[in-house]
């Protein structure tokens, strides 16, 4: 095995994760099945071998969404995870809970025909960022209150005294 090390969690941080090599195939899934596990538009993936997939805390939880598909997901917050066929080598790795998702571009779209008809008129609305900095009560709430796993590995989870 190489010396990668790719790092990521669900958005509570019951279950992290390390992959051990190069996620191969980057790409989005338009397919229905993807968009309701999601509750998204599509769901983005890439795969590793099963050995070099190692979850380094906690325990995928199962959802077998047909017979030889099995999603992986976080019992406690709902994160989708993985998704792994039964008898492949491989195992999917949903890109958006990777600690660092923009290092892994999406090379190609699945389950196009599932694909929302209004999909790439998307890019062009109307933008604004998250509003936290224009309200600052919400601001200070959510930073005294923040259950997000941070986008690292850390030694205790949740953080020592904060009660839970
Ligand atoms: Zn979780
Ligand atoms: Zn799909």
Redesign the pocket.
């Given at each position: 095995m190489t010396d990668v090390r790719i790092t990521g969690g669900c958005q509570c941080g019951a279950v992290r994760y390390a992959l051990l090599q190069e996620p191969r195939n980057p790409h989005i899934?338009?397919?229905?099945?993807?968009?309701k596990?999601f509750g998204s538009y599509?769901?983005p993936?890439a795969e590793v071998s099963r050995d070099a997939f190692d979850v380094t805390r906690g325990t995928l939880a199962i959802f077998k969404s047909s017979e030889p598909a099995e999603r992986g997901f976080c019992r406690d917050c709902g994160t989708p995870l993985t998704?792994y066929t039964i008898g492949d080598d491989g195992i999917f790795i949903a890109l958006g809970s990777l600690d660092r998702p923009a290092d892994v571009r999406p090379q190609r779209q699945?389950?196009v025909e599932?694909r929302m008809p209004w999909f790439a008129d998307l890019p062009p609305l109307p933008g604004e960022k998250t509003t936290e900095d224009d309200v600052p009560d919400l601001a200070a709430r959510i930073a005294a209150s923040n259950h997000q796993h941070p986008d690292h590995d850390t030694e205790t989870w949740p953080p020592e005294g904060t009660g839970s």
């Open positions: 899934c338009h397919c229905r099945m993807c968009q596990a599509f769901a993936f998704i699945f389950g599932g």
